[in-house]
């Protein structure tokens, strides 16, 4: 089954109830004044976080959604009940896009709710219109409507570390190695590729396939995940050293980051040699210092699948990188919070 990542949607709120006209009988009293009571609020429409990848695929073939409207006022000054919310649940990383108003809503945190439309006000009975001077008004006023949109919405992957490269590179591997994705996270088709996550020590990481030259002006399925990859912190570049040429290798897919946009080149990025055991140990030694020279950084590390020591290393090497990001932002916001 195909993972569903763009949906259209048909989403209206609640009508506010009607206010109403009506006279007080009550009884062992007099012949009363007004007594009609104001509409109820019509229902308001949120957006909720959760945590499944797959459920954009519950709007495969219901597209329309409504909230409840408001109910009418009734007797003796009773305001109508009011509409019950409609709360539509969408998939971490999901963008919804009001058409008419161009508004962006993202979906964060699992559990976090949005309201992405406003109900609308109940009407007001006759007896909000007594005074000194109207003791019998005739007035009510209909329920407003509830605000409606069409919503495009569109799944982004939402991970801490993106694995790119080519498809030979070894990216799955890696994610397994790392998180024991094949055991404990399913694999969601884009058609033929499976680009699959999993959980290292509470950091998201996610396996982008693809990507290949050309993925930047829409040649095969590698754009669908150029754009996914804008949802992801950092950068894990694998390149196999069992390729004729590694650096080419590279070149090919920093040329699809830097002509797709989005600023995805100046995400940061860790290289990550892997089938190293294909190579020489000189060959990869120069390998390194190759690398190292050509991205002006020091964050180059190899790693072969056959090596538990190699990949337990890397792990670590990652975790602390992630760890320390984590700290820096939680730092910044703190700092932010304290200036507001």
Excluded: C
Aim: hydrophobic share 35%; proline share 3%; net charge negative.
């Amino acid at each position: 089954m195909a993972l569903i990542d763009e949906v259209q949607l048909h989403i209206k709120a609640g009508n506010g109830g009607d206010g109403v006209v009506r006279w007080r009988r009550e009884k062992f009293a007099p012949k009363g004044g007004p007594g009609g009571g104001n509409g109820g609020e019509g229902g308001q429409v949120w957006a909720e976080s959760v945590s499944d990848l797959a459920y954009l695929e519950y709007y495969k073939h219901k597209k329309n959604f409504s909230a409840e409207n408001g109910v009418a006022g009734g007797n003796l000054g009773k305001e109508g009940r009011n509409g019950e919310d409609l709360v539509l649940r969408f998939p971490r990383g999901t963008i919804l896009k009001n058409q008419e108003t161009e508004e962006e809503f993202e979906m964060g945190e699992v559990g976090a709710r949005i309201q992405i439309l406003r109900g609308g006000r109940g009407g007001l009975g006759n007896q909000y219109f007594k005074s000194s001077t109207n003791t019998t008004p005739l007035e009510w006023t209909p329920g407003k409507r509830g605000e409606a949109a069409v919503f495009d919405v569109e799944l982004r992957l939402f991970a801490d570390v993106g694995f790119i490269g080519l498809p030979s590179a070894g990216k799955s591997t890696l994610l397994n190695a790392l998180t024991n994705a094949k055991s404990k996270v399913a694999a969601y088709h884009f058609t033929t590729l499976d680009p699959h996550l999993g959980e290292m020590h509470g950091h998201i990481l996610a396996d982008i396939p693809g990507i290949i030259e050309g993925a930047s002006t829409g040649k095969g399925l590698g754009y669908k995940f150029l754009r996914h990859i804008r949802r992801t912190d950092t950068l894990v570049h694998l390149v196999g050293l069992d390729s004729e040429d590694p650096i080419a290798d590279y070149d090919v897919i920093r040329g699809e980051l830097i002509d797709y946009g989005q600023g995805l080149d100046k995400k940061d990025e860790i290289i990550l040699l892997s089938k190293k055991d294909l190579m020489d140990e000189a060959d990869v030694s120069e390998m390194i210092k190759t690398f190292k020279e050509k991205v002006g950084h020091d964050s180059v590390y190899t790693m072969t699948a056959y090596d538990e020591d190699s990949i337990k290393k890397f792990k670590s090497i990652l975790t602390q990188f992630l760890n320390s990001k984590k700290a820096e932002r939680i730092k910044k916001e703190l700092e932010e919070k304290k200036s507001e």
